[in-house]
C-alpha cells in the first residue's frame, strides 16, 4: 500500500503543476489500472490521486499565481505576494504544513468520530443549504467592504455567469441566446482559469521587456520558521473545524469552506491588514481548510453512501466497479476495504509532505524562467488542460473572453474574488430556496421551524450590516475629527 500511495502521489502532483483544474482528471488517466487491481489497491490508488489533486494546487498558486484546483484561489492571495517578496520557499513550505494539519486532522476525524458526524448531515434540508450559501454571499459582500460597490457588481457579474444554462429547478433555458453551446452553463474550469491564468499573463506581461529579477530560495528546514507560523494557530484551527464540518455536509466542497475559512481569519486576525500582502495566516487558513473537506467528504461516503463532494462521488464508482456498496454495510461486509481507505487517506497526506517538501527547490527554480518562455507554456497547459476535461473548442473561447473580460475588471479595480464566488454561490442559493419554497408550498415562513438555517441567516445579516456601520462610524469619526480641529 504505502508503494501505490508514493507512486500515485508523485502521479498526481505532476497533472496538478499544469492545472488540470478538478480532482477527477489524474484519476481518469489511471481508469485502466484500476480495473486490473483488488478493491483495497484500487481505492488506495483513488485515495492518494484524491489527496495530491487537492495538495498539488497550492504550487502554481504561490509561484505564478495561478491556482491548480479552485480551492486554491485564496492561497494566491497571501502565497503569490510572499514568493514576490522573495520568500516562495517559505510560502511553498508553510502551505504544505498547513496542508499536512488540515489533512491529518481530517484522518482522526475520519476514524474516531465518522459515524457520529455523518449523523449531523442528515438533519440539513434545503432550508439549510440556502441559509449556507447565503451566509457565502453575504460573507463575499463584506470582503469588500473597502468598495463595496465594486465587490457588489464582481458578485453580480459572478451570479449572472452562474445562472447561464438550463434552470437547475424547472429545466428552461436562461441566458442561452439560442446557443445549444451554452445550455450546459460555462464551464468551471474554462472560466476559472480564464480569471485567473489569462487575466494573470496579460497583466504580467507588462514587464516582458524589464528584466527580470532572479527569486532566491532562502533557507529551508523541515519544519516552516517558528517566526513565520506566529498567529497561525487560530487560522489552522479554524481551517480544520470549518474544512472537516463542511466536508461532512454533502455539495458544499473545497470551495465554500476556503471562502469561509479565509474570511473568519482574517476578520479575527490581530493584523487582518496583512491579509493580501503575503500574511502567513491566509496561507494557512486556505490551505488547511481545503484539505481537511477531503476527509470530512470521505466520512457521509464510506458512512451513508453520500458523497461529500463531486470528487468523492467518482470515488463511489470505484466502489461499485468492485461489487461494493458504499454505506453502513461496507463496515459489516468489506471492513477491509473500510480500513485501507482510512490508513490510504492517511498516509497519502504523510507522503505528500515529504515528497512536496523535497520537490520545493525545483517547483523554485520555476519562477527564474524568463517571462517570455513561462508565459506561452502556461497558457499552452491551460488550453491544453481546459480542452481535455470535454473535448469542446467551445471551452477554450469562455477561457480566452473571460480571461480577457478579467483584465478588463481589472484595470478598474475590480476584484477576481467576488466574481468566482458569486458564481459558485448564486446558483445554490437559488437552486435551495427555489426547492425549499416549492417543498413547503410557497410558505416562507416554514423557515422559522429550522434552527440552523436561522441561525446561518442571522450571520449573513450581520455580516451585511457590518460594512454599512463601520462605514458610518468612520464617517462619524471623521467629522468629529475636523470639528475638533477647527475649534482648535
Known amino acids: 500500500m504505502p508503494d501505490s500511495v508514493i507512486w500515485r502521489r508523485f502521479h498526481r502532483n505532476c497533472i496538478r503543476l499544469y492545472s488540470r483544474s478538478d480532482g477527477n482528471t489524474g484519476g481518469n488517466a489511471d481508469d485502466s489500472v484500476y480495473i486490473r487491481l483488488t478493491p483495497a489497491q484500487g481505492l488506495t490508488l483513488l485515495i492518494a490521486i484524491y489527496v495530491g489533486g487537492i495538495s498539488g494546487g497550492l504550487i502554481t498558486a504561490t509561484l505564478i499565481n495561478i491556482p491548480g484546483t479552485p480551492s486554491s484561489i485564496f492561497t494566491c492571495y497571501d502565497g503569490y505576494p510572499m514568493a514576490k517578496n522573495g520568500k516562495p520557499g517559505q510560502a511553498l513550505s508553510i502551505g504544505v504544513f498547513a496542508s499536512l494539519i488540515g489533512g491529518t486532522v481530517s484522518a482522526l476525524a475520519l476514524f474516531f468520530i465518522a459515524p457520529p458526524l455523518s449523523k449531523v448531515s442528515l438533519i440539513f434540508g434545503n432550508w439549510e443549504y440556502f441559509a449556507v450559501a447565503f451566509l457565502g454571499l453575504a460573507v463575499v459582500i463584506s470582503m469588500a467592504s473597502d468598495d463595496i460597490v465594486k465587490g457588489l457588481i464582481g458578485a453580480l457579474i459572478g451570479i449572472i455567469c452562474g445562472s447561464i444554462g438550463l434552470d437547475a429547478v424547472s429545466g428552461a433555458q436562461r441566458l442561452t441566446f439560442g446557443s445549444w453551446q451554452l445550455m450546459s452553463g460555462l464551464q468551471s474550469t474554462a472560466l476559472m482559469m480564464g480569471l485567473f491564468a489569462v487575466c494573470e499573463i496579460l497583466i504580467q506581461s507588462h514587464d516582458l521587456g524589464k528584466e527580470k529579477k532572479d527569486i532566491q530560495m532562502g533557507k ?3 519544519m516552516p520558521p517558528l517566526k513565520e507560523m506566529k498567529g497561525c494557530g487560530l487560522p489552522i484551527a479554524l481551517g480544520c473545524l470549518y474544512g472537516t464540518g463542511i466536508g461532512i455536509l454533502p455539495g458544499i466542497g ?30 494557512c487558513a486556505s490551505e488547511t481548510s481545503n484539505n481537511a473537506v477531503n476527509g470530512g467528504a470521505l466520512i457521509p461516503l464510506i458512512t451513508l453512501g453520500i458523497p461529500g463532494d463531486l470528487t468523492t462521488a ?21 471492513l477491509d476495504v473500510v480500513g485501507a481507505i482510512m490508513v490510504a487517506y492517511f498516509l497519502a497526506n504523510i507522503v505528500m509532505y515529504v515528497m512536496e517538501l523535497g520537490l520545493i527547490r525545483v517547483f523554485v527554480k520555476a ?33 480566452i473572453i473571460s480571461g480577457i473580460a478579467a483584465y478588463v475588471l481589472t484595470q478598474f479595480k475590480v476584484d477576481m474574488a467576488p466574481v468566482i464566488l458569486g458564481y459558485i454561490l448564486g446558483p445554490l442559493v437559488e437552486k ?10 410557497g410558505n416562507f415562513a416554514a423557515v422559522l421551524d429550522r434552527p440552523i438555517a436561522l441561525v446561518c441567516l442571522a450571520a449573513a445579516l450581520i455580516f451585511l450590516i457590518m460594512p454599512v456601520c463601520s462605514s458610518g462610524f468612520r464617517r462619524n469619526k471623521n467629522k468629529l475629527n475636523r470639528l475638533q480641529e477647527q475649534g482648535n
Not at 256 to 283: D, V, W
Not at 371 to 391: E, H, K, Q, R, V
Open 220 to 222: 529551508m528546514s523541515f
Open 254 to 283: 473545497q470551495n465554500a469552506s476556503t471562502l469561509i475559512t479565509y474570511n473568519q481569519a482574517k476578520k479575527l486576525s490581530r493584523h487582518p491588514e496583512r491579509f493580501g500582502h503575503g500574511s502567513p495566516e491566509g496561507i
Open 314 to 334: 467518482a470515488l463511489i464508482g470505484g466502489l461499485m466497479i468492485h461489487g461494493l456498496q458504499p454505506g453502513p454495510l461496507l463496515f459489516k461486509t468489506n
Open 367 to 399: 519562477v527564474n524562467i524568463k517571462f517570455s518562455y513561462l508565459f506561452p507554456a502556461i497558457l499552452m497547459f491551460c488550453l491544453l488542460g481546459t480542452f481535455a476535461l470535454n473535448n469542446r473548442t467551445f471551452d477554450l473561447w469562455v477561457l
Open 432 to 441: 435551495y430556496f427555489r426547492m425549499a419554497l416549492t417543498a413547503e408550498n
